[in-house]
């Protein structure tokens, strides 16, 4: 009920509870809580309940316990990072020649020119006509255009509803 509370008037909360308490439970409970008072909205709107997780187990297991809904998206962290910042390949391009875990790569291949950025499976590497991001840099980019008021304007529209899974094993930055 406090949980719903909280969602009903638009307010963060945190759970916090030891394995098997019922955590996964009461994060579906309260999707299903969203789905049942804004759903219908939430789909019309083309908007989301983002469920971030760290497993594609887990994600797998929240979008099944929500029936696919298409007001849900449930997926890693680092799927939902990469999604929103894909688009965005000027920045991707400039933030990649910003860090320093790129110079050597980008000094060897001429630096970071006109390649596309991507991510697939986290090594990072630098190919003729692209960058492969690692895991780290996802989220260390995905950091660094949250700072932007444009680029959040484009979260919040899109998921105006943002639930972390085993948020105490999320980057403090992110």
């Not at 995905?142 to 680029?151: G, N, S, T």
Request: glycine fraction near 6%.
């Amino acid at each position: 009920k406090r949980i719903h509370a909280c969602i009903d008037d638009g307010r963060s909360f945190l759970v916090e509870a030891g394995a098997g308490s019922g955590k996964t439970y009461s994060l579906v409970e309260a999707l299903r809580h969203i789905l049942d008072k804004r759903g219908s909205g939430l789909v019309r709107r083309h908007q989301q309940v983002a469920c971030i997780t760290y497993t594609n187990v887990a994600s797998e297991e929240i979008t099944s316990r929500t029936d696919r809904h298409p007001a849900i998206l449930s997926c890693t962290i680092h799927s939902f990072c990469w999604s929103l910042i894909r688009p965005f390949q000027p920045e991707l391009r400039k933030a990649v020649s910003e860090m320093e875990s790129w110079v050597e790569r980008l000094e060897e291949a001429n630096g970071v020119g006109d390649r596309r950025v991507e991510y697939d499976l986290g090594y990072p590497k630098v190919e003729d006509g692209q960058i492969l991001l690692g895991h780290n840099d996802v989220l260390t980019i995905m950091v660094k255009l949250l700072e932007q008021v444009k680029f959040r304007s484009i979260l919040v529209s899109r998921y105006p509803i943002i639930f972390i899974d085993e948020y105490q094993d999320t980057d403090k930055a992110v």
